[in-house]
């Protein structure tokens, strides 16, 4: 079975700009999250979504959103990215629920200079 | 804060010797998983204990949860370098993470 997927692995923006990164989970997972990791903050919980409808959102300003498709893919979008958005962007897939064993993917990691 | 603490923040042992790490939490708790984080393969979940368990093992791995005094610990027994990576517990359903505990196994 394929493990979690994301894209790209690299990126490097410009502040201001914005950015999209992409996460497929793994086949028959509905559950998908978002983590941000930083050497200051560690893992920060960004969102949750389950059947395309995001269940649970972390204290991240408005600036940073997400989506899922009906295939469960999903993709999070940060806007005006300011540099202390550079980070290795995680994203975890689990059967059902965010609470059991989640399967990360190896992450994009963001520059934004 | 919400998040765990790791404990020690880094440890640096000889392989084939035991490792254990502590992770220390404020709330309370359905559930604290542990993972692990190398460059080779990301981040991997090693063990979910309830908080109505005590103790699971799993290989070489042994975790343990008293909820009386909100603390954890991970033991790997018989450390091999393999084992060289980040290791991190996570609360409330993984919506928080802890500050990890860097673990170095010398050949």
């Known amino acids: 079975k394929a493990g979690v997927t994301q894209t790209p692995r690299y990126l490097i923006k410009t502040r201001g700009q914005q950015v999209t990164l992409s996460c497929s989970p793994i086949?028959?997972?509905?559950?998908v999250s978002w983590y941000q990791q930083t050497p200051g903050q560690g893992l920060q919980f960004l969102f949750e979504?389950?059947?395309?409808?995001?269940?649970n959102k972390g204290n991240f300003p408005g600036r940073f959103s997400g989506r899922q498709f009906s295939n469960s893919r999903s993709e999070m979008n940060v806007s005006t990215l300011e540099l202390g958005d550079s980070a290795l962007y995680l994203c975890?897939?689990?059967?059902?629920?965010?609470?059991?064993?989640?399967?990360f993917g190896p992450g994009t990691r963001l520059t934004v200079t | 804060s919400q998040q765990g603490e790791e404990d020690p923040q880094a440890l640096s042992i000889q392989e084939g010797e035991n490792a254990t790490m502590n992770c220390s939490y404020k709330?309370?708790?359905?559930?604290l998983q542990w993972y692990r984080q190398n460059s080779g393969r990301g981040l991997v979940h090693l063990i979910l204990?309830?908080?109505?368990?005590r103790e699971k093992h799993s290989g070489r791995l042994r975790v343990t949860l008293d909820t009386s005094k909100k603390s954890s610990s991970l033991l790997i027994t018989a450390s091999r370098a393999a084992d060289t990576a980040s290791y991190f517990c996570?609360?409330?359903?993984?919506?928080?993470f802890g500050t990890g505990t860097r673990l170095t196994v010398i050949p």
């Open positions: 975890a897939s689990s059967l059902a629920d965010r609470a059991y064993e989640q399967y």
């Open positions: 086949s028959g997972h509905r559950s």
């Open positions: 979504y389950f059947s395309e409808t995001q269940r």
């Open positions: 709330t309370s708790i359905n559930n």
């Open positions: 204990i309830r908080s109505n368990e």
């Open positions: 996570a609360l409330q359903d993984n919506l928080f």
